[in-house]
């Protein structure tokens, strides 16, 4: 029979061996991979590492701006994005969080985690929109949490 205490030790040797990656280590594995989205991770890092977490997505957005601002990073916030449909545009008025680098569409939420949900709304969002990369931010958790996405590829004709 495991009792708590049992239980308890047993998460803290986990992680002991096992240590959560420190953000250095991912931004830095992050910095290799795409820069683009390294500097919009730190920036959101610095916004959560100063105001915690706890807060509505219009706080967390707007001080995102300002760190986005101070680090010279093109962005365009709440960006009207228009739809397409079977090349019908749809008059929705949806608005992204940020349009980052021209290219990028960035959503932010203050959820208890990311799940599936948000990866496929991502997705969706950059097939519909026309954008090449994604990136979705999660103020609302003790550490921010970011997941990534790239549009699929367009099938070409048969």
Same mark, same amino acid.
């Given at each position: ?19 959560? @990656? ?7 594995? #992050?910095?290799? +991979? *795409? ?6 991770? =730190? &920036? ?29 990073? @093109? ?7 228009? #739809?397409?449909? +079977? *090349? ?6 949806? =608005? &992204? ?51 990534? &996405? ?9």
């Amino acid at each position: 029979m495991t009792s708590a205490n049992n239980l308890d030790l047993l998460g803290k040797v986990a992680r002991i061996f096992n240590p959560p @990656a420190s953000y250095g280590q991912i931004l830095q594995d #992050l910095a290799a +991979k *795409d820069p683009d989205v390294c500097a919009i991770v =730190e &920036a959101a890092i610095e916004v959560h590492t100063t105001l915690g977490h706890g807060f509505l997505v219009p706080v967390y957005c707007q001080a995102l701006a300002v760190e986005l601002s101070a680090r010279s990073v @093109a962005f365009e916030p709440k960006a009207q994005i228009t #739809l397409n449909y +079977k *090349d019908h545009l749809l008059n929705t008025g949806y =608005e &992204a969080d940020f349009i980052c680098y021209g290219d990028m569409l960035v959503l932010a939420t203050a959820a208890a985690q990311l799940e599936r949900t948000h990866d496929r709304q991502l997705v969706s969002h950059l097939k519909c929109t026309g954008l090449r990369r994604g990136l979705y931010l999660n103020f609302g958790v003790e550490r921010v949490d970011f997941h990534r &996405a790239m549009a699929p590829r367009r099938e070409g004709p048969a």
